[in-house]
């Protein structure tokens, strides 16, 4: 799915739009770029999908405005059901960095993160990536195991390391925040 050919309004994923989902998987599911009128559906979305940290309204609105060529959500039903929001690293413009990835309980098991993940870098806006980088809780399993799907699907290898740590950067109020590198990936 190319930027240009979503941020019109919905188009549903097919496989020249780069989607890799099998028939089961995809079940009426559309990928697409949002828009700013997709901002209270993020906002409500996020909200049921802890430990997600809530973001501003506003906050998410510059997501699916500003960066929304970095930013995917999944409709199944007329429903936003899953959302990516990220940006290209303005020191590092081969990396993408992943901000937040969010599936409704109702979405979940059908490789939907992974997919959305696979989405946004082909398209024609990311050609020059070449890396993902997110940061994930210690102990969020399911976060772990769809970036480790995406870089299998990719081929590609991977590092860890402590980026936020609860102490030095949370004032004990978060759990520590480990920088997942993936990388260097080429098109899908
Ligand atoms: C993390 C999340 C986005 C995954 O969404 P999803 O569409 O169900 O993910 P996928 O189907 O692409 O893959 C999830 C993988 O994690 C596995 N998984 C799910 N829950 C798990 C758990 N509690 N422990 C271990 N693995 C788990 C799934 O089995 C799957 O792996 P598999 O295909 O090898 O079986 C979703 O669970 C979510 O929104 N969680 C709450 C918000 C969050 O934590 N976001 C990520 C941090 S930015």
């Known amino acids: 799915m190319t930027a240009k050919q979503s941020s019109a309004g919905p188009a549903p994923t097919s496989a020249a739009g780069g989607d890799t989902a099998s028939p089961a998987e995809a079940q009426d599911v559309i990928l697409r770029v949002p828009n700013a009128e997709d901002g209270p559906a993020l906002f409500d979305l996020i909200a049921a999908c802890p430990p997600l940290d809530q973001n501003s309204r506003y906050c ?25 929001t990220g940006y290209l690293k303005p020191s590092d413009p081969e990396t993408l960095f992943i901000w937040q990835v969010a599936v409704h309980e109702k979405a979940r098991g059908r490789r939907l993160a992974t997919r959305m993940m696979e989405a946004i870098v082909d ?21 772990w195991r769809a970036f480790e799907k995406f870089a299998e699907a990719r081929g590609a290898q991977s590092s860890q ?28």
């Open 161 to 188: 390391s402590l980026l936020f740590s609860r102490e030095r950067h949370f004032a004990g109020t978060h759990n520590d925040e480990v920088l997942l590198r993936i990388g260097p990936f080429g098109r899908g």
């Open 123 to 143: 398209r024609e806006f990311c050609r020059d990536v070449r890396f993902m980088e997110t940061t994930i809780e210690p102990e969020n399993k399911a976060s």
């Open 60 to 84: 998410n609105l510059l997501q699916v405005s500003h960066f929304a060529e970095t930013a995917v959500v999944a409709e199944l039903d007329g429903e936003v059901v899953g959302s990516i």
